[in-house]
Structures are given as structure tokens and as C-alpha cells.
């Protein structure tokens, strides 16, 4: 029985720089108990779907041009969403329709307790008295899966992980047992064992109180793993929809095709991942047309790519690596080192123990070599790399980059040998100052090492890096906010090729990006090492990415690294049982275990 139908639900967006068609005759169904995935990239239509189904549209900027949204509820009946009022919206969410927030930090109030937060909904939506809600809300906490329900009860959102936060907006979100629940990328940036216990709540959730789920993402593992039907959107428009293991295994538009094939896989060794346009073209009168070379299940395998060199010509590089030498000496050599951070208690703030982030780590990374560093949240993959940089200093050890010692160099030397190893923060849009213009953010390196010629030599330098991170001259005059995330990110990645490095750092640089956008990237940081000879170590969550980037694999737990040795041999038959747990939670594509989860 259909609990939610949406017909030709029209969204437009208006500004002074003119008239933006976002959602564009959408129509959708959602059957009580059932999940439907919309899935899509950034920019698709799918979050401002549900906003719009809420009424948390900003207006008057946004505005529903038509449609219905015809939802039966227990007590109002079967209404229209589009056309209720503001107070009988209210009643509506958070009771029968709730929704979970893409970025829990930014959704949980900061000033406020966990426990607070969800007491004040069960108060708003129910009879409950003060205590019985206090109760209750432990009682979501426990179900939610949360450790120490009592104490997460009493913290504020800034002193639990992200998936912690995550598993809070959950238990507000099924406080009041809503008959339909909306996920909007709810396992976004979210380590693969934090993202599986998620999935498995919703599951859970779903069988003990029939609750509908709306999910909305774009990663299509996570779709294979808890879907029933799919809904693929492009450019605010329904492209296709079907079963979950008819979208799977037989795909009929060339978009849908692409974002199956954008995909790392742990079975894919060293090759060039396809994008979506390869898939298809817009032709001269806008619309969409397939390309027939590339199919999803014969995905791009060029045996060459090319690449924008600084002659303004173009080269061919072979796409297959060149095997070490063992005799060659490392790059960079990590010896015994520790990042500690003092626990301080009492009046006089004296130190009672040691967070242990980095507890002595050893490792060697050789010239033209890609290192995977993996884990989970809370790790010490990021003090790590922030360690080797001295952004954050070391306790101890030693960091031999081509002989010196980085933990030992005086400020004014590390600024200097700074030149050789940069790093490419997660968030691009963070990691760029919005005041300047990406031309001036580039140029900036530049300046500060006076290197790169005169000003005009410099500018021309700036331009050259934009047009080799695949971005035109005109982005130069351009600020950080007019570009997409993947857009950003390579303005990122020009920014740590101005000073030519020898070693780049990329700290989660594709975690939160779509797969076609990752893919782009990742290509992208392969074509510059093959052209420019560069090192990186390679830091992410995301173990497929980690296997289709890595040529060595490292893997961190609780700041200690507990397994390494090349990428294939590691995920092929793991040795530590953190590995083996990690490669377990990883959701599969496979449509025999599609179809088994179906029949189940």
C-alpha cells in the first residue's frame, strides 16, 4: 500500500543572477515498509526532493512551481505535503515523517546535551512526562546501538564521534516511530564498520516498526545493501527506476550505467576508472545521448592517458607501474614515532595520563610510490599525516625525509624544505581562504618561497596548473564557493603542485565527493604521478579507494599500525583479524547477495 506518492513535483530557485530549474517533474512512490534509494550526484535534485516534501525550503528563494506529495497520516489523514500549513507541518515531522540530517554536527544543537535534544521532540510529539522522556531517550540510545547510553545522554555533540552523532540524530529521528523516515546520505564520510552498524539499524528499524525509509545517496554500494527499488536522478530530472537487482544487473540509461562503472572495486587492480562521460553526451539540442564504446560491464581500460603537460602539449604515459627497485633508497623513512596529547584534570590542570594518537609508528615510503594509510575514525591516520608535516608536532621519533630529519629541523628549515611534501586537506572548501580568488590562493605558495620567476612568470605558472588539474584560465578570476566540490578539490591538489613536491599528502581527499567526481580525481592524482614522478601517501576510510590507488597498504588501529605489505596480498588474505573485520564491512554490489538479501 502506498504511503508517500509524489507527482510531477516541480522546484524552482530564484536570484538576482536569474531562474534555476532544480527539481524537475519528479514523480515517486514509497510503500509502507518499504526503502527507496534516490540516488544521484550532487546537484541532482535528490536532497531538495525531500526538503521540499518537509516545507524546509529557504523562501521566498526556493519555490514549488507544481506537483503533489500525497502522504497518509495517522492524524490527518491522506493530505497533500505541498499545500499544509507551517503549524500542520509541524505536527507532521518528527512524528510521522522524520528526517535524518546529512552532517549530524551541524544538525544537533551545540549548547545543548545529546539526551536534551531528543527529550525536547519526545516532549513536542507526546504525552510523555519529563522523566518517562529521559527514560525513553535511553531506551533509543541502547536500541540505536550507542555505547554508554547514560553518559552520551549528558555530552554535548562536540565530545562524540561522527558516527556516535549520527546514531543520536537516528534515535531522534525514530523517536516517535514515524511511518516514513528520510536519510539523506545518512553514511556519508562515515568509516565502513560505523557506516555497516548504521545500515543495520535502519534495517532493524525497518522490521520492528514497518517504517518506510526514503534513502538518498550517492553511493551505490550502499544502495546494493539495503534498498528494495532505486530512483537515479540527473539534472533534477527521474532518468530511471526499477528493482534494486534489475538497476544492478541490467541498467538502461547510460547515466545509471556510468555511476556503476565510476566505482573502485577490491577486485580492480591498477587500471583507469571510467566517468560518466564516457557513458554519454549532451548533443545539440541538450539532450542526453549514449556513447555505445563503453558499456558497465566492459568499463574503460585505455592503456594510455593524456595529460596537459607544462609545453602545453600533449603526452602518452603508460598507464601500468613500473615495478621498485629494491635497492633504492627510501623517500621518506618513519622511525618509533609518537604523537601523545596530555590528559589534564583538577585545579591546577596537571596531566593524569595520555591520549596515545600515534604510539610508535614505523614505516618507509619509496620514490613514485602510492602508501595506503587506512582505518578507522580516531585512529591516528590524520595526526599521522599532520605529524609528518610538523603541523602537529611529534612526541618522539624520527621523520627521515631523503636523509634529514624533519621532527629535528629548526622552523626556519622546515619552512624552507616545506617546498618537497604538501598536503590535500579533506574538505576543499575549508582548506581555501573564500576571500581569495583561486588564482591568488594558488599564487600564494608561490610568493611565500619566492619561487616560480617574476609576477607574470608566477601568473603563467598558476594558469598551467589550472588547465593540469583539467580547469580553465577563466577559473583563475574566479572564487571558491562558484566551483563544486570536485571542482575544489582540484583547485586544492593545483595549490600542492605549485612548489613541484616531491611527497603530497592527501588526507581523505575523495571521501565526501560523488563516485563520478572521485573518480576524476583519482585518475587525475595517478596521471601526475606517472607524469611528474610524485609520492604519495594516501590516507582514507574507503578501502576500495585505498586499494585502487595503493601500491603498499598500511593499516592503523588505536595509533599503532597492525598490518602492511603490498595492497592485492593484504586484501587478499588479511592477517590481523581489524584488517579481516574492515574488508568484511565493506557493502557489496554482488547480485547473488542482492538477491539472497531480497529473498531473505
Known sequence: MSLLTVQNLTVDFHSQRGHTRAVSEVSLTVNRGEVVAIVGESGSGKSVTSLALLGLLQKP?????????????????????????????????????SMIFQEPMTSLNPVLTCGYQVVEALRLHTTLSEKEAEARTIELFTEAQLPRPAQIFKAYPHEIS????QRVMIAMAMACRPALLIADEPTTALDVTVQARILQLIRDLRREYGTAVLFI?????????????????????????????????????????????????????????????????????????????????????SPSVQLQTNSDTAKTFPVEQKERSTTEAPLLQVENLRVYFPIRKGFFSRTTDFVRAVDDVSFTIYPGETVGLVGESGCGKTTLGRALLRLTEPTSG??????????????????????????????????????LTVGEAILEPLRVHGVGGS???????????????????????????????????RICIARALALRPKLIVCDESVSALDVSVQAQVLNLLNDLKRELGITYLFITHDLSVARFMSDRLLVMSQGKVVEGGPAAEVYAHPQNPYTQQLLAAIPSDDPARIAARIQA
Open 455 to 489: 609576477r607574470t612568470e608566477q601568473k603563467a605558472r598558476v594558469r598551467e596548473l589550472l588547465r593540469t588539474v583539467g580547469l580553465s584560465d577563466d577559473a583563475e578570476q574566479r572564487y571558491p564557493h562558484e566551483f563544486s566540490g570536485g571542482q575544489r578539490q
Open 61 to 97: 528563494a526556493a519555490h514549488i512551481a507544481s506537483g503533489t506529495a500525497t502522504f497518509s497520516s495517522e492524524k490527518l489523514g491522506e493530505v497533500d505535503l505541498l499545500k499544509l500549513t507551517e503549524k500542520q507541518l509541524q505536527q507532521l515531522r518528527g512524528n510521522d515523517i
Open 217 to 301: 545517496t550517492h553511493d551505490l554500494g550502499v544502495v546494493a545493501e539495503i534498498a528494495d527499488r532505486i530512483i537515479v536522478m540527473y539534472r533534477g530530472k527521474v532518468v530511471e527506476q526499477g528493482s534494486v537487482l534489475d538497476i544492478f544487473t541490467n541498467p538502461q540509461h547510460p547515466y545509471t550505467r556510468g555511476l556503476l562503472a565510476c566505482r573502485p572495486r577490491l577486485s580492480i587492480g591498477k587500471a583507469r576508472l571510467p566517468v560518466v562521460a564516457d557513458f554519454m553526451e549532451v548533443d545539440a539540442a541538450g539532450n542526453l545521448v549514449a556513447r555505445p564504446i563503453l558499456t558497465a560491464e566492459a568499463p574503460l581500460r
Open 162 to 165: 561522527g558516527g556516535q552523532k
Open 398 to 435: 624520527r621523520i627521515l625525509f631523503e636523509g634529514t630529519d624533519l621532527a629535528a629541523l629548526p622552523s626556519g628549515e622546515l619552512r624552507h624544505r616545506r617546498r618537497e611534501f604538501q598536503l590535500v586537506f579533506q574538505d576543499p572548501y575549508a582548506a581555501l581562504n573564500p576571500m
